[in-house]
Every structure is written in C-alpha cells, then in structure tokens.
C-alpha cells in the first residue's frame, strides 16, 4: 500500500497567520491528491480533490499544490474556524490511504 | 443534494458480527461507488472498502478477510458487515461517496456512527 506522511502532526498559529502542511507518499502518486478538514465529533469534510481544486464553496484562502510525492495545504489568513484536523487522502491505486492527520490549534 | 445516513447497532459484543447500513438519500445509487472508512477513537482515518453500485468490491487488505459490502439498489442502501470483531474495531464508522475506483475523492460522507466492541 501507498504510505501517506504528513508532518507536523500539530501545530499551534494564531488568527492571521498562514499555515502550510506537507503530505508525503511512498511513492509517485501524480496529483491524485485530496484534502479534507474534519471538526471534533463531525465527519471530514473535502476541501480539496486532485491537489489543487477547491470543492464548491471552500474558501479561497485554502490552496494546494504539489505533484508526484510531495503535497502541500496553505491555509492563508488563519480564520477560527479553520482550526481543526487536515488529512490528505491518496486515490492514484484502488487501496486508498490517509495521512495521519495534523492537528491545528490556536496558539 | 445527496445525503449518507449510517445507521446500526452502536454496541456488539466481541468476535460477533458488526452490521451497518449506509443509506443514500436525494439522488441515485447509479453509477458512484460507497465507501466506509472507520475512525477509531482519538485516531486517523481508515479506508475499509468500497462497492459499486452493481456489486463489483474492493477492499482494505488489512481487513479483507473479515469484511463483507453489500448493495441493494432498490432500497438505495449499502451495507457493511465485519467479521469476528475485537475491542480494535470500535471506532465511529463512515459511508462516502465516489464516483471512481481511483482518482476520486469522497463527498458526500455520512455523519458516522459509533460502534463499541465490548461484552
């Protein structure tokens, strides 16, 4: 299976800042890359398919990029309610797997 | 707009059988594929397998010989059956919707339910 490492596994940021979180694979997943923002005690919700696009009506401050095996999410302008836990999310094989998440906190 | 309800025992003793039903609502089974992922408690998330709407699996190595997906178009729901189950298969259970075996994403999700493993 394709490994998806995610660093940090937190981070703490104030209102305002921006944030990046790197996603890595284990190998080549070209841009088959997706972000999803989950809140405690909801379920995750996509923010971003094939690395870069935004699903309908995710903020525009919320950006990706990157292809092959290194991924970024930047969250510019922290907002409150941005803080939460990110996953990324690798579909280039049929067995998909998940980062282990990094946790956004308020500083 | 599509919606994803789970629904199904919140508690199961164990090395009994874990049933869940994952029911779509608002638009057609046809053609998108369900997956569960599970959440187990303070953790990351877990892709368990995944069905297309004419019954064609694929499964979570990890957990393959123990799950079982099943699809019933008529009544617009999937469900998830797991095997011999054990205190490591609590977690909160998702259902997602895809719309490829690969080079996809999952939107909607279910709210989830929680299962404990406990006797």
């Known amino acids: 299976d394709i490994q998806m490492t995610q660093s940090p596994s937190s981070l703490s940021a104030s209102v305002g800042d921006r944030v990046t979180i790197t996603c890595r694979a284990s190998q080549s997943i070209r841009n088959f890359l997706n972000w999803y923002q989950q809140m405690p005690g909801k379920a995750p919700k996509l923010l971003i398919y094939t690395t870069s696009t935004l699903q309908s009506g995710v903020p525009s401050r919320f950006s990706g990029s990157g292809s092959g095996t290194d991924f970024t999410l930047t969250i510019t302008n922290l907002q409150l309610e941005d803080f939460a836990t990110y996953y990324c999310?690798?579909?280039?094989?049929?067995?998909?797997?998940f980062g282990q998440g990094t946790k956004v906190e308020i500083k | 707009q599509v919606q994803l309800q789970e629904s199904g025992p919140g508690l199961v003793k164990p090395s009994e059988t874990l049933s869940l039903t994952c029911a779509v609502s608002g638009g057609s089974m046809s053609p998108y594929y369900v997956s569960w992922i599970r959440q187990a408690p303070g953790k990351g998330l877990e892709w368990i397998g995944y069905i297309y709407f004419s019954g064609n699996t694929n499964y979570n190595p990890a957990l393959r010989s123990r799950v079982t997906l099943s699809v019933d178009t008529s009544k617009n729901h999937v469900s998830l059956n797991l095997m011999s189950v054990s205190a490591a298969d609590t977690a909160v259970y998702y259902c997602a919707r895809h719309e490829a075996p690969a080079a996809s994403w999952f939107d909607p999700w279910g709210q989830g339910t929680l299962v404990i493993v406990s006797s």
């Open positions: 999310q690798q579909t280039y094989s049929t067995r998909w797997t």
